[in-house]
């Protein structure tokens, strides 16, 4: 019985060596190989963390100097974070921080190169939006309409629609094309739904210009490419 026993073991054995012979090297690569994979894995993960941490310390102190309106100041740390960490979310909301300081310190075309840089550059298309609404009431100030009209077709991050389209009625009203307006103002009180606070503003808008919300509203359905930059 024994005898038995130490043959089955010894044919086990062999046919164990056999295989590792003839796919020993496989086997041996194909381990190197996922555990490589999982040491690069982590070690990527270890690295974003790392990025993450750094980038936040660098839009923490850039939000200090924002509270204390320091822009000079604010202007080098965004200009470090966005060299370091361009694709990082603080490097997106930083530009966006900047570009409301330096609007408010009177010196727009910082801001409006801020804001550019967020559009051109920010990794989240939300983030990308909101800096060319920003961006195309700064250009419309500086009564750079046609560009701030293009600046809109750009900015469709989806649940905007109704923001963009009443940031675009306001660029068409102050090129004095108030049938324009009213169409966009329509469609961005359609847009906005019941719920929403800011639907009222939207509603005095087209109040001021004569047409009512049910008929903007009304129009807006019937004819949506209005609100579009093609007919401007």
Do not use: C
């Not at 994979?37 to 102190?61: L, P, S």
């Not at 470090?80 to 330096?102: E, M, V």
């Not at 306001?170 to 359609?190: H, M, S, T, W």
């Not at 939207?202 to 007919?231: D, M, Q, R």
């Amino acid at each position: 019985m024994a005898t038995n026993l130490d043959l089955q073991e010894q044919e086990q054995l062999d046919a164990v060596k056999a295989f590792w012979n003839k796919y020993g090297s496989l086997v041996t690569w194909a381990l190197v190989l996922i555990l490589g994979a999982f040491a690069a894995w982590n070690g990527w993960n270890y690295w974003q963390r790392e990025q993450g941490f750094k980038a936040a310390a660098m839009f923490d102190e850039l939000d200090r100097a924002t509270l204390a309106g320091d822009v000079d100041r604010a202007g080098r740390v965004f200009n470090d974070l966005r060299s370091a960490y361009p694709g990082t979310a603080f490097a997106q909301q930083g530009g966006l921080l900047l570009a409301k300081l330096q609007f408010d310190k009177g010196q727009a075309d910082a801001a409006r190169a801020s804001l550019n840089w967020v559009a051109d550059n920010g990794v989240e298309a939300e983030m990308q939006t909101i800096a060319r609404l920003r961006l195309a009431g700064l250009q419309s100030e500086a009564k750079q309409h046609d560009e701030a009209l293009k600046t809109l077709d750009a900015a469709t991050a989806p649940g905007f629609e109704g923001l963009v389209a009443d940031r675009r009625g306001d660029v068409l009203l102050a090129q004095g094309k108030k049938i324009e307006a009213a169409a966009a103002y329509g469609v961005a009180f359609r847009a906005l739904g019941d719920k929403v606070d800011y639907r009222r503003l939207v509603e005095a808008k087209l109040t001021a210009l004569g047409v009512s919300a049910a008929t903007g509203a009304a129009a807006a359905a019937s004819t949506p490419v209005a609100a579009s930059g093609a007919g401007t």
